[in-house]
């Protein structure tokens, strides 16, 4: 069984406790008292969405519960359902905790963690200018350390193709997130003029 508690640190986000019954069917995620662990020391301000991210994703492979991010849920008719909620709760949950509350409170009527993962990716946009200023000024450092000045103008021409990929792909809503991931995250960006 499960009861909802206020938050007593922050007075705005509702945490769940497990009780025991239900916390020893979880006991691979839960801590021996059956709280939940604190998946990472990098809480989620608006300013450091990179860290966070890859810590909280780290976080969920290792633990076998990444799949409630990356997929939609299943029909409430299949069998794996129940344990897909489960697993849900179980996220949204951690999501929640990993985050600032001015940053999780928002985002608590969310039914699904993957709509929680998805939003706080767009949400970045809603930042105050000099977080966002300090955001851009993180992704061109990686941008740097990715695609190094070349005097080559073909790498040159290379390196600019790839940047329109990218920023092609950004641009296309949520539903194509997938698709992005997939295309950015194979390491081999297509050309926009040869491959698309």
Not at 1 to 6: A, F, G, Q, S, T
């Given at each position: 069984?499960?009861?909802?508690?206020?938050n007593?640190?922050?007075?705005?986000?509702?945490?769940?406790?497990?009780?025991?019954s239900?916390?020893?069917?979880?006991?691979?995620s839960?801590?021996?008292?059956?709280?939940?662990?604190?998946?990472?020391?990098?809480?989620?301000?608006?300013?450091?969405?990179?860290?966070?991210?890859?810590?909280?994703?780290k976080?969920?492979?290792?633990?076998?519960?990444a799949?409630?991010?990356?997929?939609?849920?299943?029909?409430?008719?299949?069998?794996?359902?129940?344990?897909?909620?489960?697993?849900?709760?179980?996220?949204?949950t951690l999501?929640w905790?990993?985050?600032?509350?001015?940053?999780?409170?928002?985002?608590?009527?969310?039914?699904?963690?993957?709509?929680?993962?998805?939003q706080?990716?767009?949400?970045r946009g809603?930042?105050?200018?000099a977080?966002?200023?300090?955001h851009?000024?993180?992704?061109?450092?990686?941008?740097?350390?990715?695609?190094?000045?070349?005097?080559?103008?073909?790498?040159?021409a290379?390196?600019?193709?790839?940047?329109?990929?990218?920023?092609?792909?950004?641009?296309?809503?949520?539903?194509?997130?997938?698709?992005?991931?997939?295309?950015?995250?194979?390491?081999?960006?297509?050309?926009?003029?040869?491959?698309?």
């Open positions: 069984m499960e009861e909802v508690l206020d007593p640190s922050t007075g705005v986000a509702p945490c769940v406790r497990l009780t025991p239900l916390a020893s069917s979880s006991s691979s839960l801590s021996v008292d059956g709280s939940f662990p604190q998946i990472t020391t990098v809480k989620l301000d608006g300013a450091n969405y990179v860290t966070w991210k890859a810590t909280v994703e976080y969920l492979i290792a633990r076998g519960k799949h409630v991010i990356r997929r939609d849920p299943p029909p409430t008719t299949y069998p794996t359902f129940d344990r897909w909620e489960q697993d849900n709760a179980l996220v949204c999501l905790q990993s985050m600032a509350p001015h940053v999780s409170g928002p985002l608590m009527l969310l039914p699904t963690a993957k709509r929680i993962w998805d706080v990716r767009f949400r809603d930042l105050p200018l977080t966002h200023y300090s851009f000024v993180g992704l061109c450092q990686q941008l740097d350390v990715y695609m190094p000045l070349t005097t080559d103008l073909t790498e040159v290379c390196q600019r193709d790839q940047i329109r990929v990218v920023q092609y792909l950004e641009s296309l809503g949520p539903e194509y997130m997938h698709l992005r991931q997939q295309i950015i995250g194979s390491g081999d960006i297509p050309s926009l003029t040869r491959d698309l």
